[in-house]
């Protein structure tokens, strides 16, 4: 249930969007070693951001997932800035991302609850 929102001031061109959507939920299954199956990643791009006073390219991620181990949020900030760059060139002082440790009872899934 590892899921991924990425919210972008920067354009991300049609032709763009499924590589980097592939690239990112190949990312994060890697990241916590679980299965893709489970990885959702969603991509809202072109908003009104402003960054440092600035609204040069920025990005703010939402990382979600059950059992994600504090100790390893700093690898994870590292892979994923890469990845930002890599795919959107966005400089990596220019992203927050929000880790959270979901509990299984409060995600839900086919109609139940992990």
Not at 22 to 27: C, G, L
């Amino acid at each position: 249930m590892p899921t991924l929102i990425l919210r972008t001031n920067r354009v991300v061109s049609p032709e763009q969007r499924p590589a980097l959507l592939e690239a990112a939920s190949r990312t994060v299954a890697e990241m916590l070693g679980k299965p893709e199956r489970y990885v959702m990643v969603t991509l809202e791009d072109a908003l009104s951001m402003v960054f440092a006073g600035s609204d040069e390219p920025a990005a703010y991620l939402e990382l979600k997932s059950i059992g994600l181990p504090e100790k390893h949020t700093k690898d994870y900030s590292a892979h994923l800035c890469e990845l930002l760059e890599d795919k959107l060139e966005i400089p990596r002082e220019r992203v927050y991302i929000e880790f959270t440790d979901a509990p299984r009872h409060m995600f839900g899934w086919n109609g139940g609850t992990f």
